[in-house]
Nanobody, 120 residues
């Protein structure tokens, strides 16, 4: 079993900041990529940021220069520092972890989701 526990969501005013964290635990052989996605009702879940084990990152254009993704491999944890938040950042944020349980297979795991609301 692998479980992801998210924390850090909440209500903030425009221009504010939040720090999300996601810790993976359980039967982990190795973790490849880790990332954050978000979803608004009626819309597809979209990539916010992703980080490879090497440290290479990808960001959605809408959050680049405002959000920073990082990871602590020793703790199997991924973080998302969100600055200069905008109302359009309001969504449920989901942690995603790509596990490599075997040499020829991979498996995605999702966190429970945490609500981020940006409103004055």
């Amino acid at each position: 079993q692998v479980q992801l526990v998210e924390s850090g969501g909440g209500l903030v005013q425009p221009g504010g900041s939040l720090m999300l964290s996601c810790a993976a635990s359980g039967s982990i052989f190795s973790i490849d990529a880790m990332g954050w996605y978000r979803q608004v009702p009626g819309k597809e879940r979209e990539l916010v940021a992703r980080i490879a084990r090497s440290g290479n990152t990808n960001y959605a254009a809408s959050v680049k220069d405002r959000f920073t993704i990082s990871r602590d491999n020793a703790k199997n944890t991924v973080y998302l520092q969100m600055n200069s938040l905008k109302p359009e950042d309001t969504a449920v944020y989901y942690c995603n972890v790509l596990i490599v349980p075997g040499s020829t297979m991979t498996r995605n795991y999702w966190g429970q989701g945490t609500q981020v609301t940006v409103s004055s």
